[in-house]
């Protein structure tokens, strides 16, 4: 079992930074929201992120590396003078350039070492059941979701989830194929048990060779499901794991609201 992760927290939050004139914020939220500050948004009263920790620590992870943006002063004097993690260990490791999620895993590469662990998205709060399973692997994995039952108990609306990564998984539970952002006649081609990607993976040293090699996306980023995509074409398997939400996601200002009211009474403990 690995009890170590990587939290991508590096991205500029452009969805979130876009104007919502209905969204609800508090003066405070929308400061965040204005930096482009997803995980440090309060929710319930407390940052997303430190949500996001404490399923971490209830899944047995001790060692987090946060992937973070040079000018990361917010998130390191939250973490290390206003509220220390009292489970955790927390490493400030730099993405200098914000070219994606692929690229955001080499900045821990030294960090990682040989070791396995856990990479997720620090917008989203994904169940520590199913954090927990991932860790207790003993190969690269990730959690996969029906669409249907995604939107369903999450706060994810269809039109969002329909640009997921579109997974494909053999009879044997290993995942054979993957399609970042795919086109939705591909995805309603599915139907409401197409499976898809979260963004939440187990992964090894291995991993680090593709996250080099894989050529940038449309979007011009160099995206971690092809980089996924591209290990998979080399050899290494990953393990598809069956998982059902809520996932809850806080990428935009119309997010708030109910992510906060989901978090209700939630103390998280990182």
Known sequence: MTTRALVLARGLGRRMQQPDEAAQLTDEQRRAADAGLKAMMPVAGRPLLDFGLSALAD??????????APDHEVIERYYTATSPPVRLYLDFLVQRDPLGTANALLAAESWA???PFLALNADNLYPAGILRRLAALDEPGLPVFTREQLVRSSNIPHERVQTFALLDVNAAGYLTGIIEKPPADVMDAEGANALVSMNCWRLDRRIFGACRDVPHSPRGEFELP?????AISRGVRFRA?????PVLDLSRRSDALEVARRLSGVVPRP
Request: aromatic share 0%; hydrophobic share 50%; proline share 4%.
């Open 113 to 115: 070492g040989d070791a």
């Open 241 to 245: 794991v069956p998982a059902r939400g």
């Open 59 to 68: 899944a047995g992870i001790t060692n987090v590396g946060l992937i973070v």
């Open 226 to 230: 092809n980089a996924v995509g591209l």
